[in-house]
Each structure stands twice: as structure tokens, then as C-alpha cells.
T-cell receptor
Framework: AQTVTQSQPEMSVQEAETVTLSCTYD???????LFWYKQPPSRQMILVIR??????QNATENRFSVNFQKAAKSFSLKISDSQLGDTAMYFC????????????????FGQGTILTVHP | EAGVAQSPRYKIIEKRQSVAFWCNPI?????LYWYQQILGQGPKLLIQ????????DSQLPKDRFSAERLKGVDSTLKIQPAKLEDSAVYLC?????????????FGPGTRLTVL
């Protein structure tokens, strides 16, 4: 079974600065996706960024980028130029693409990191 | 495009009572998911439907939880009887297909408090 670990329960950053959220995962599979989801206070969860395990190039989406280290099973999220609207709970998630496995297409989430952006 | 709709948004019940949650996925999305999110934790998948068939219900406590997806569109999740440890936010999500490549879109959730 896959596990996802986010070791930082809470983080804070000043507006306009950069922050990095950590995530490690454990799997024996070679074919999978990794995701970062954002859950703002009292609002619904939305996808921030995704990474395909077979791609060596790190994914980027505007101010959000990842550092994917497959051998180390590490998947961190960097938020540049932090904005007040980035305040949210951030979840790292793993999805197996191993055909025929019981976990195919199923998201496994970490415990989350609460990020607060201060003005 | 309308998002995933859920109702009610909040529900408070006594233990041993029954409760039902409703979800309307994004139009055209074949796959529907129910997650349980206990305070301070990440969501945990309870059940996954592909159209109106169950793909994965391995983490659904079947002695008290049940779910159905009639006609491959709307879905209901029921708890009968509820226990204190069922207090959580119940999230519904939908995706176009069922591979990890398809983005899951989440609803606002139903916050259940069991007293």
C-alpha cells in the first residue's frame, strides 16, 4: 500500500516571499502521478499541480512549481511571490497507474500542511 | 460549467440516528468518489463509482455505510446507525474518466457532527 507523509503540520510566510512545502511517499510502483491540492478555509479543494512520474522535468503552473526527486521519493511544492489568497491547507496526493492493481486511479492523500500567508 | 454540488452542507445528529448525503457530479463525468475527511487529516476514499457500478469500496464500513449511484449520475451516501467517530466532512468528487490522469473536482463537502 502507498503512504504519503507531509511532515510540516503548519507553515507561515510573508506576502511576496517564497515557501516550500514538503512531501514524501512510499511505493514500490514505477508508474504513478503525484498531485498537490489546495483546500482554502470553508471552500472546496482544487488541484494546484500534477507530476507524472515518468517525466524528469519538474511541473510548473505560474507561481507554483514542484521539485520531484523520484529516487528519494520526494515531491515538494514551491510557492513563489506568496499571496494572501494562498492561505489554505495543502495536500500532497499519490495516484497509482499500475494496471490491474486495486489502487489504480485511487488518490491517497497526506495529512496536509496549513499554510498561512501574512501581510 | 457548474461544479460538484452537495447537500446538506451541515448536519448534526445524535449517535445511532441515520443520515444521508447527496451529490450531483459535473455533467458528463463518469466517475464519482466519496471521501471522508476527519478533522486534521487528509481525505480517505470510501467508495468509487464508474457510471453506476462500484469500482472500489474497500474502505467503506459496510456494516453501517451504504452508497448508490442511480442512472450513473447523482449519488447518495447513507450512514445507519451513526457513531461518534463518523463526525467528519464528507466530500464528493467527480472526474471524466477513472484513470489517475483525469482531474478530480471536489464539491464543498457536508460537515457531519455526531453527538
Amino acid at each position: 500500500a502507498q503512504t504519503v507523509t507531509q511532515s510540516q503540520p503548519e507553515m507561515s510566510v510573508q506576502e511576496a516571499e517564497t515557501v516550500t512545502l514538503s512531501c514524501t511517499y512510499d511505493t514500490s510502483e514505477n508508474n504513478y502521478y503525484l498531485f498537490w491540492y489546495k483546500q482554502p478555509p470553508s471552500r472546496q479543494m482544487i488541484l494546484v499541480i500534477r507530476q507524472e512520474a515518468y517525466k524528469q522535468q519538474n511541473a510548473t503552473e505560474n507561481r507554483f512549481s514542484v521539485n520531484f526527486q523520484k529516487a528519494a521519493k520526494s515531491f515538494s511544492l514551491k510557492i513563489s511571490d506568496s499571496q494572501l489568497g494562498d492561505t489554505a491547507m495543502y495536500f500532497c496526493a499519490f495516484c497509482s497507474l499500475g494496471a490491474g492493481g486495486t489502487s489504480y486511479g485511487k488518490l491517497t492523500f497526506g495529512q496536509g500542511t496549513i499554510l498561512t500567508v501574512h501581510p | 460549467e457548474a461544479g460538484v454540488a452537495q447537500s446538506p452542507r451541515y448536519k448534526i445528529i445524535e449517535k445511532r440516528q441515520s443520515v444521508a448525503f447527496w451529490c450531483n457530479p459535473i455533467s458528463g463525468h463518469a466517475t464519482l468518489y466519496w471521501y471522508q475527511q476527519i478533522l486534521g487529516q487528509g481525505p480517505k476514499l470510501l467508495i468509487q463509482f464508474q457510471n453506476n457500478g462500484v469500482v472500489d469500496d474497500s474502505q467503506l464500513p459496510k456494516d453501517r455505510f451504504s452508497a448508490e449511484r442511480l442512472k450513473g449520475v447523482d449519488s447518495t451516501l447513507k450512514i445507519q446507525p451513526a457513531k461518534l467517530e463518523d463526525s467528519a466532512v464528507y466530500l464528493c468528487a467527480s472526474s471524466l474518466g477513472w484513470a489517475g490522469t483525469d482531474t478530480q473536482y471536489f464539491g464543498p463537502g457536508t460537515r457531519l457532527t455526531v453527538l
